[in-house]
């Protein structure tokens, strides 16, 4: 079992940047292939990054601005954001999978969720 758990969410004005933290419970989050999905107000919760060892993955509209990290002695997965617009609000969530090396993008792939963290950007 793995618990996520979010932090670094906020109130920022756009073109500021953030930094969200995913802690994760376990001794082999190493492992885990690891994600940022996000969820503005009446949308589909949609795909933001991931990583897994050294690789990641992005969406398409988040390359340049996003960057996806992980410290794998703190257990901790993270999502650097920068240049930050008002289309930027939404919830984002931590996502853990243990197998799979493709499909990163599919919310059912995912094993293990965060409650997530809030990000609102003002205009």
């Known amino acids: 079992q793995v618990q996520l758990v979010e932090s670094g969410g906020g109130l920022v004005q756009a073109g500021a940047s953030l930094r969200l933290s995913c802690a994760a419970s376990?001794?082999?989050?190493?492992?885990?292939?690891m994600a940022w999905f996000r969820q503005a107000p009446g949308k589909e919760r949609e795909f933001v990054a991931a990583i897994r060892y050294g690789t990641t993955y992005y969406a398409d509209s988040m390359k340049g601005r996003f960057i996806i990290s992980r410290d794998n002695d703190k257990n901790t997965v993270y999502l650097q954001m920068n240049s930050l617009k008002p289309e930027d609000t939404a919830v984002y969530y931590c996502?853990?999978?243990?197998?799979?090396?493709?499909?990163?993008?599919?919310?059912?792939?995912?094993?293990?969720w965060g409650q997530g963290t809030q990000v609102t950007v003002s205009s």
């Open positions: 376990g001794r082999t989050f190493s492992t885990y292939g």
């Open positions: 996502a853990a999978r243990k197998y799979g090396s493709t499909g990163w993008s599919l919310r059912d792939t995912y094993d293990y």
